[in-house]
């Protein structure tokens, strides 16, 4: 265990299939043989309180998973005030075979929300490695009345990839975070938003793109 996150060997079956082979118009290239690994630095937030949630990699090299067990966000009733906006950041080393370079395509979230009339919701992530200037945010509102799971899918084009830079170790940051807004709902309901896994069956999938690294 490092800094309160899970590691685990396995991965749930929610990670797809691997990425395409080499392809001249997109760049893909075939995920590298040999495993990558990928170490947990730090864990901070409101929303992954130590040892509720879990990092996972795909046997495969095109994925990784983090799942949540703790990650709730609820406004109105008698909620606590603070208790409308929670939060995670994971700092990620990755150890990826030599010669080559990632960057996260695409990215799954999954969980479960229940707003009422008047009452409004947000999921937001932003990615970047150590030390770059370049983050990529996703914004993904939801609007009451809602009473069901919800799931959004954060894709970049090839041309916008943020690569790791190839020969030096920068780590990989993740921020995730959902507010909820009573706004005009009934003073007396409560509002709430999930981003976890408690059903053992939800998880943020991460799909990675491979390249190689000039000089390979």
Known sequence: MAGGLLLSGT?????????PAHDPSTGFVDPPPDKIVINVATVNGSGCPAGTAAVAVSEDNTAFTVTYSDYLAQAGGDSDPTAFRKNCQLNLIVHVPQGFTYAVASADYRGFASLQPGATAVQRASYYFQGSSQTAFKTHPLAG??????????VTDWAQLVWAPCGVQRNFNINTEIRVNAGTSSPGKVSFMTMDSTDGDISTV???????CPGR
Do not use: I, P, R, S
Request: net charge negative.
């Open 206 to 212: 991460y799909h990675m793109a491979w390249k190689e």
């Open 145 to 154: 009345a809602y009473n069901d799971n919800w799931q959004v899918t954060d």
């Open 11 to 19: 991965v749930a079956a929610l990670v797809t299939a691997a990425l």
